[in-house]
Every structure is written in structure tokens, then in C-alpha cells.
């Protein structure tokens, strides 16, 4: 051994090494064991291909964050704050009684109906009462996820106040208690106590969004494109569905699960600079309904609907 | 540079930049192989440009922060894999390993700077796992050629590593 070439001896160790043998012969071999404790840190050299694409998706990322990154955002809201449709005020009503909510804020806009700010805990949702218009503008009804500290008392409310009981509540195997409740519009309120050390998870706050998709996964992978979501949980079962994930857009948490019969809403999304994301969404498949201009209210918004069937209302405050 | 960042998240590259061989060279150690280990870096990387603004500086090293975010990124995919599912995260580096890591780190960034063929061959060699007959083909040297530049481009690294270290 002690003829054969430096050469071939040190080729041979870092066949062993690369193939994940043992390679501790090399270390009685004075000549070539430094090279040796090189080539074995070697194995851990990171593929340039690989760093150079993580750096671009990176650079995308941040550029969507700076696009995203609202800094005006009004007192309250977060990136993502839902906007329900429905006739009339029974809506705000039900919140007030169920949820303790608390209006905030509340304008008539002769000829587009009646524009309603509620406050629930942490959270703040719009409400869109069409009123005379409601033939023109079918209701959308969506789905939320509710973190109270009490889900029995606030379920017996929701019951209480007219809601019908989509499953009673009980303790999931996803950390909560729960129960489900339909009021009379068709949305969901999947009413919880986290079963963890808070009421509220320390991810969410108050009212989650529930979005309902029958591919979670392409899903997401719209939102990631469009919006800058990152994926913060999934939970996928043998076969691919998704009954449950968690993206983050902007500082706003939002749920999914599927398959499941869409229930398209309509949410606004306050960014810093809605042409960005607008065309942004646009590339990842968004389907404009209204490109990017000032609106009567002094806001720019832009409106686009997701693949799911989702409206988005892309503002800048 | 990481006020400059939480202001403006397009200088989060430069951060990207100074750490991502420094993330890769720890989790590598623990993730068992390269695929994972290139999930898991890029997991790193994309929470922490989410966490960015909630980082605070209070003293704590931002290559720590990092670090911790792996620990935790790498007992995600423990979980995931369904192995050790009830080990805590592992340990972010003491001071020895954090020494060992820099190590790598310089390393990296000497084979980066390697003459061109030297690099390729430690590319195929160690990244693709390619035989030297492979190398030699995909070259066109001979396989005694692709040896000699092997122990070539070995002996500068440690000649390099010398200097560094």
C-alpha cells in the first residue's frame, strides 16, 4: 500500500466517505489523513444550484413582503380582513348577541347598500348590507374559525340567537373544543376554546378565516404566487386531502381544509402597493374584476377573484 | 443590517448572503442526507424573512436566532418522518460546534474560489457523488487526470484551511 500512489489512496477513502463507510483507515495514513478530514467535510458543501434558486425565490418573497408590508394599515386590521355580504343587519346583530362583538363604525352609501364595522376580540370584520340591492348581489357566505374562552356558553348563544348546530360541541383531536354553527345566511362559525394554554393560540387571534377549496394544496400554492402566503401548517392525509392548513399573508393568519364545496367570500387585503400585487395575483391566475384605481371612498383598490371563486379587494388606505 | 432589513425586506438577501452556509453546514450535519437538508435550510430561511420583524435584538446573535429556528425546522421534519417524534428539537451549536461550523463555512467558500476545474471535479465528486470514471467523461481527461486534480484541489483547501484556521 505504502507504493500506491497518494493519488489513488485518496481516492479511494473518498469513495468510502461519499458512499458513507468508514473511512478511519485514512487517519493511519500520515500522508493523506488532513486531506482526508477535508474531503469528509466536503460531503456537507452546499449544491450552488441549490443556494443560488433558494436566493431567488427569497428575492421574489421579499419583494412580494415589501409589496405586502402596509405600513398605514388602519388602527385594528390586519392584512386580511373578511367582508361579508348579506340583506340586511341581522348579521351584525347575531355578532353582537353571540360574540359580544362591537360596532365600530357604520356608513350608508345610497345606492350600494350599508357599510358595517364590527369588532370581535382581536379581530375586525366588514360587513356589506346590500339592502334593495340584495337581488343584484347574491350573498356569499363564508366560513370562521372563532377562538372564545368559553365554546359551550358562546355555542348555546349562537343557538340561541337563531343559529342551527353543524356538530356539537366537543373536544378534537386537533387541540380544541368546538362546536359548529350555521346562522342564517349559510355562514359557518366554527366556535373553539384551544384546549392549549391560551383561549386563543398564540398563532391566531380572535375570527380566522376559513377558506374551502377542493385542492388545498394548488390552493396554496395560489396564494403563495399571488399574495406572498407562506404556509405555516398542513395537515395532508393518506390519499392527498388537506382537512386542514394555515398560510400567513401580510401579519393575517387564514385557514383552509378540503375537499370541500367552496364557499367563496370576499376579503380585503391592505397592502402598501396594490399595482404589485395586483399584477402579481393576476400572473398566479387570479381573474380581474377591476384593475387598480382610486375609489369613491379615496382608497386605490384593486378587485380580482382567486381560483376558488374568492374576491379579493386589493387596497392601499 | 438586520434594522435595515426589518425596514425593508429586500436587504434580507445580504443576510441570506452572510448565513445560508453557516444554516446548511448545521442542519446538514443532522438531517442525514441532501435532500432533506436543502428542505430544511430553505424552510429556515423562509420563516425567518416571515419572523424578521419579531426578531429583537436584546444581545442575541442573529446567526443564533438562526439556529434556533432550524433546531426547531429540524424536529418539524423529525415529526414529519414520524422518528423521534417525542426527542425535543436538537441543541443549537455550542461553542465548539459553532467553531467546527465556521470552519465549514470558510471551507465552502474556498472551494467557491477554487480554479474552475478543481471545483467541478470537487462538484461532482462530492455534491453528485459521481465516479472519477464519470468525471473523467463528463471532462474529457483521463481518470488519472481527474485523480490529480482531485488531490490538487484538496491539498489547496488545506492549504487555504491552514491560513484560516
Same mark, same amino acid.
Given at each position: 500500500m505504502a507504493d500506491e500512489r497518494l493519488t489513488d489512496r485518496l481516492d479511494r477513502i473518498i469513495n468510502a466517505l461519499v458512499a458513507g463507510g468508514d473511512a478511519t483507515a485514512a487517519l493511519r495514513d500520515a500522508e493523506a489523513a488532513p486531506l482526508a478530514r477535508v474531503a469528509a467535510d466536503l460531503r456537507h458543501y452546499p449544491r450552488r444550484e441549490f443556494t443560488t434558486q433558494l436566493r431567488a425565490q427569497l428575492e421574489g418573497r421579499a419583494r412580494m413582503a415589501t409589496a405586502l408590508a402596509a405600513r398605514n394599515i388602519r388602527a385594528g386590521f390586519t392584512t386580511v380582513t373578511p367582508y361579508v355580504w348579506v340583506p340586511d343587519r341581522g348579521l351584525a346583530d347575531f355578532l353582537v348577541r353571540v360574540f359580544d362583538a362591537v360596532e365600530t363604525s357604520v356608513a350608508d352609501n345610497p345606492g350600494h347598500g350599508t357599510h358595517r364595522e364590527l369588532r370581535?376580540?382581536?379581530?375586525?370584520?366588514?360587513?356589506?348590507?346590500?339592502?334593495?340591492?340584495?337581488?343584484?348581489?347574491?350573498?356569499? +357566505?363564508?366560513?370562521?374559525?372563532?377562538? =372564545?374562552?368559553?365554546?359551550?356558553? =358562546?355555542?348555546?348563544?349562537?343557538?340561541?340567537? *337563531? *343559529?342551527?348546530?353543524?356538530?356539537? +360541541?366537543?373536544?378534537?383531536?386537533?387541540?380544541?373544543?368546538? *362546536?359548529y354553527i350555521r346562522d342564517q345566511y349559510g355562514d359557518h362559525w366554527y366556535i373553539a376554546t384551544s384546549l392549549g394554554p391560551s383561549a386563543v393560540p398564540e398563532?391566531?387571534?380572535?375570527?380566522? +378565516?376559513f377558506l374551502h377549496a377542493q385542492n388545498v394544496g394548488e390552493y396554496i400554492g395560489f396564494l403563495q404566487r399571488a399574495f406572498g402566503a407562506v404556509e405555516e401548517a398542513r395537515h395532508e392525509i393518506p390519499?392527498?386531502? =388537506? +382537512?386542514?392548513?394555515?398560510?400567513?399573508?401580510? @401579519?393575517?393568519? =387564514?385557514?383552509?381544509? *378540503?375537499?370541500? @364545496?367552496p364557499m367563496p367570500g370576499a376579503y380585503f387585503l391592505y397592502v402598501a402597493d396594490v399595482d404589485v400585487v395586483y399584477e402579481q395575483a393576476i400572473a398566479a391566475g387570479a381573474k380581474s374584476l377591476s384593475p387598480p384605481a382610486v375609489r369613491p371612498s379615496g382608497d386605490r383598490i384593486a378587485f380580482v377573484e382567486d381560483p376558488v371563486g374568492n374576491h379579493w379587494y386589493i387596497a392601499r388606505s | 443590517m438586520i434594522e435595515a432589513a426589518q425596514a425593508d425586506p429586500a436587504r434580507f438577501l445580504e443576510l441570506y448572503d452572510r448565513h445560508v452556509d453557516r444554516v446548511y453546514a448545521y442542519v446538514s450535519r443532522r438531517a442525514g442526507s441532501r435532500a432533506p437538508a436543502e428542505d430544511i435550510t430553505s424552510a429556515v430561511f423562509e420563516q425567518a424573512l416571515t419572523k424578521l420583524p419579531t426578531f429583537e435584538w436584546r444581545g442575541v446573535p442573529f446567526a443564533a436566532w438562526l439556529f434556533r429556528i432550524a433546531a426547531n425546522a429540524l424536529a418539524d421534519h423529525w415529526r414529519r418522518e414520524e422518528r423521534n417524534s417525542h426527542?425535543?428539537?436538537?441543541?443549537?451549536?455550542?461553542?465548539?460546534?459553532?467553531?467546527?461550523?465556521?470552519?465549514?463555512?470558510?471551507?465552502?467558500?474556498?472551494?467557491?474560489?477554487l480554479p474552475e476545474t478543481q471545483r467541478q471535479v470537487?462538484?461532482?465528486?462530492?455534491?453528485?457523488?459521481?465516479?472519477?470514471?464519470?468525471?473523467?467523461?463528463?471532462?474529457?481527461?483521463?481518470?488519472?487526470?481527474?485523480?490529480?486534480?482531485q488531490l490538487r484541489a484538496l491539498e489547496n483547501l488545506r492549504k487555504g484551511m491552514g491560513h484560516h484556521g
Open positions: 370581535i376580540g382581536s379581530s375586525m370584520l366588514m360587513i356589506g348590507e346590500t339592502g334593495e340591492l340584495a337581488a343584484r348581489a347574491p350573498m356569499r +357566505p363564508v366560513a370562521f374559525h372563532v377562538f =372564545v374562552e368559553d365554546a359551550d356558553a =358562546v355555542f348555546a348563544r349562537a343557538l340561541a340567537a *337563531g *343559529g342551527t348546530s353543524l356538530g356539537e +360541541p366537543a373536544d378534537r383531536s386537533y387541540g380544541e373544543r368546538s *362546536g398563532a391566531l387571534r380572535t375570527v380566522t +378565516p390519499g392527498g386531502a =388537506v +382537512p386542514y392548513a394555515r398560510v400567513r399573508i401580510g @401579519d393575517a393568519a =387564514v385557514e383552509m381544509g *378540503g375537499p370541500a @364545496d | 426527542e425535543p428539537p436538537p441543541d443549537v451549536p455550542d461553542e465548539r460546534e459553532q467553531y467546527d461550523l465556521e470552519q465549514r463555512v470558510s471551507l465552502f467558500r474556498l472551494v467557491d474560489r470537487i462538484q461532482m465528486r462530492f455534491v453528485e457523488d459521481r465516479s472519477i470514471r464519470d468525471v473523467a467523461a463528463a471532462l474529457d481527461r483521463s481518470e488519472g487526470a481527474v485523480k490529480q486534480l
